[in-house]
């Protein structure tokens, strides 16, 4: 026999009260005073023996109805053979999955109302005494404590959707870990949801040979959904008066094809575009929508469609930061480049200047390039290295004839597709275009002391063009000077883009968007004063909020703690952020307990209740086994204090 509550063992201590009354009352006597004797009845005598003994049979009776009532509470358990049960105390950690999916129904509601009422039925089988934990897809810091059953019924209540969808390997991880520091005997851990197929990882399950998982699969009524999964605003930058592009992927997760599916954007709250896609059961289709920049500055947008049941995916929300031009800087040894100078002359999006040293301040310039310009003072040196390591992005034209230098002929033979650079430029690649020929160059790029990354190679597998980061920025550099005499580079259709898309990417452009849910930093565009830290706030909802804001060399991040939970625009300072719900709950498939149950077949601790139908309570002590004995000792302990008041009648009756 073992106890599962054995702390309430110390409460037998107890017997010693009824043992001190009996010893003080022992011997204890008292006189009685008569002033008329003649009316009294014939008293019997009692034998000194017969009156001890009701005094020990009482002081029995009391003894046991202490010692039954503390069993009681202590829980003895005959365990069965394959019994999982442990003597010492309890925790029960219960996960309720309340994302999205769970909204779905089931022939008893929705699925959230019946893991509520699962949950419920769980703590009939288990003691007053045991603590629990109520764990939900949020999974925030209020959530890790335990409760007694009363606070337990009560937080059940507070259940409500939620757009967090953790992965399940998480969940029971962090269950295990929490159930773990309790120090308690017996671990009870019970998972119940949908098991949506992109969250439920049961391949990534963890083990805890101290720990019992149990896994509780709902199903509710398929649902078709029809969603928004991606948006992409694949520009280098954003001006005013350009154009922007948005592709915006749909997919249908249901089983029926869905045929002229209308797609709005909405820029600033107003509607810019308009489409329609149809788009085949379990496909996607891609869809292009196109809106004009009349302002600068903040542009906040939203690509919608309508769908039920499902809607919380029927909107992707980004926010840009539209500018007015980039100023591009040539710094040049006595003569400008020419070519360069063509290419930007009459351009309203990029503003060249020239000049033979660098300015004091570097601040408005996005756009260095150092063409053929003798080594830099070292104060200029310093000044530009900061600068990169912003996040600026400077080119290097080198001159000729310093080592390393080859007077060879040579062509170039490779092109990096995939760059930065050329993405979107060409719509199919041949072995018949083009390629620069250089009459001269060097076979080592020295100006640059960091990992060299070649975006255009020559045939005698050195770099025509190569890139290396620096910091948040990055140095292009050439093995050529870009004049005539050393290259017909400048007089190819590819030095267009390759320079065009240098000046446009080299602003570097905030995220449009964001996931909510995610852990990792954001990097801001502004300065922010950490003494007094910025509120994040919703633009088009009462919420506010104070993010956590840190500074990391010369750039601000905001790390995020799960404080957004609903999507949208929210401001920070100056700057806009947009939030969109993850969509691993968009896809409407989900395990069938079979198939939760063959996943976790070979993991140690781990069970599937296969018929959600059953009651909770009833698996619970089906799977533990054993014969609670706490009921035999309620039923001693009330025999015993009917014992004692009889015994305590009869005496008075003698």
Known sequence: MIFTN?????????????????????????????????????????????????????????????????????????????????????????????????????????????AVRKARELVTAYGVGDRYQLLTSDLTGVQMRWLSRDEFLEALDEVKPSAASPLLSDVVRRQQAFMAASGAANRHAYVISDFQRSTADLDALPSDSLALVTLVP??????????????????????????????????????RDAEKVPLKLLVGGHERALATVDVPTGASAKVLLRFATDTAGWLDGCVTIEDYPVTFDDSYHFALLVGESITMLELHGGTPNTALARLFADDSTVSLRTATHLP???????????NEVPELPSGEQQQLAAWVADGGTELVIPQPGLPSWSSSTVRANSIDYDNILFRGVFSATS?????????????????????????????????????????????????????????????QALFVPTLYNMALYS?????????????????????????????????????????????????????????????????????????????????MEFLTP???????????????????????????????????????????????????????KLTANR
């Open 594 to 648: 079979d198939e939760v149950a063959d996943g976790i077949e070979d993991r140690y601790g781990y069970s599937v209740v296969a018929n959600a139908g059953r009651h909770l309570g009833d698996t619970r002590r089906a799977r533990d086994g054993g014969r609670s004995l706490w009921w035999l000792c309620i039923l001693l302990a009330l025999l015993a204090l009917a014992s004692e008041t009889a015994i305590i």
């Open 360 to 370: 004091s301040s570097l601040a408005d310039i996005s756009f260095i390039v150092l």
């Open 218 to 255: 709902l199903q509710g009524t398929e649902a078709d959904n029809i969603f928004i999964d991606t948006l992409v605003l694949d520009a280098p930058a954003y001006f005013k008066g350009g154009s922007i592009a948005v592709e915006a992927t749909v997919r249908n997760s249901g089983s």
């Open 431 to 491: 072995d018949e275009m083009e390629l620069p020929t250089v009459h001269g160059h060097y076979t080592a790029l020295p100006t640059v002391h960091y990992p060299l990354s070649t975006i255009i190679s020559l045939a005698d597998n050195s770099s025509f063009l190569a890139v290396s980061p620096s910091g948040a920025g990055r140095i292009y550099c050439f093995s050529t000077p870009l004049r005539d005499e050393y290259t017909d580079f400048t007089s």
């Open 6 to 114: 054995p702390a309430f063992l110390w409460g037998l201590l107890a017997v010693l009260i009824p043992i001190a009354v009996h010893l003080l009352n022992f011997h204890r006597y008292r006189t009685v005073y008569f002033s008329n004797v003649a009316r009294l009845q014939e008293l019997h005598t009692e034998s000194r023996r017969s009156s001890n003994l009701h005094r020990w049979l009482l002081l029995a009776a009391r003894i046991l109805a202490i010692v039954f009532l503390v069993l009681a509470f202590a829980r003895p358990v005959i365990p069965d053979r394959d019994s999982t049960t442990r003597s010492g105390n309890t925790v029960v950690s219960v996960f309720i999955d309340n994302s999205f999916s769970m909204e779905s129904t089931s022939q008893q509601g929705s699925l959230i109302d019946e």
């Open 507 to 587: 602003r570097p452009q905030p995220v449009p968007c964001h996931t909510l849910g995610g852990s990792d930093p954001i990097v801001l565009q502004g300065s922010y004063n950490l003494g007094a830290p910025p509120q994040l706030t919703a633009l088009d909802a009462d919420f506010s909020t104070i993010p956590d804001v840190r500074r990391v060399g010369d750039r601000y991040m905001l790390v995020p703690h799960g404080e957004l939970t609903e999507a949208g625009i929210y401001t920070l300072g100056n700057e806009h952020l947009a939030f969109n719900h993850p969509r691993r709950e968009s896809l």
